[in-house]
């Protein structure tokens, strides 16, 4: 995809950044173990909202992985709403990545909450995913900045663009590169949806950064339903891939099973977003979509 540059009035504050595009052909393409993501590319990462337990975890990577998913979503610690509902695995599930390492071939990837963490996440994990409400937790960022792991970043419910990328400053003000943005829906006063999908913050986005940006299809609708559609949607915007909840049982889910779609339905999203990414012209980093 060709994106024109805006021109130097767009975002004052974006003048002097690393985030920032300066010309056309400029794309970070992060390449992990022959798994492309960024331009050109399509990735898929998928997975339960949370770990919540070992037969779960691998049972459910083995079927994504068969459908054509090259990472996994693997929240250990979940940022909750209510502090009574279920906090995740906790960091005892570092075992369980261990585990999925050795019987699978997906990358993993999971959610930062507390530098207390970092080290054994990062020690295991191939990605780590700061979450949307620690956008700005900027001593956080520059934690996982100082790490040589990719970044997925996920944009605050109530970030503009010009604050998301400056969060993503951060990590790379400190000498990582390898970030993800994320869109994961923003707030508005819509209640239908959990959140609404910014769907042109892809294009935005890809105009202002030569970082790579996915889109959360589930978190942004809250709804397994409009999953597809945003799925979609967001492949035809531009995006570089998704990060997709996935659970064989989401009714049993112990966390956001209303917007979890399951493994039949996520079987036969692959094969959409393989035939429209055919026509798109983008590259895939997994079978299914090549
Ligand atoms: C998540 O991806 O697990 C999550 C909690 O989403 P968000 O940070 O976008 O709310
Ligand atoms: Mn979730």
Redesign the pocket.
Known sequence: MKVVVPNKLAMKRLQETKVKRINSDQNTIIDLNDVHIGEGFFTVIAGP?ALESEELAINTAKAVENAGAKIFRC?LF??RTSPYTYQGYGIDGVKLLKLLHDETNLLLET?VLSTDHLDALAGEADIL?I???NMDNYELLKAVGKTNKPIIL?RNMSATLEEFLLAAEYILSVGNDKVILCE?GIRTFENYTRNTLDILAVPALKELTHLPVIV?PS?STGKSSLVPAASKAALAAGADGL?IEVHPDPLRSYSDGEQSIDLPTFNKLMKDLSEMANLLGKKSSTPVLS
Do not use: A, F, I
Request: hydrophobic share 5%; proline share 7%.
């Open positions: 909202c929240s979940k940022p959610e995913r979450g949307s409400r996920k994961r959360d978190h990060m």
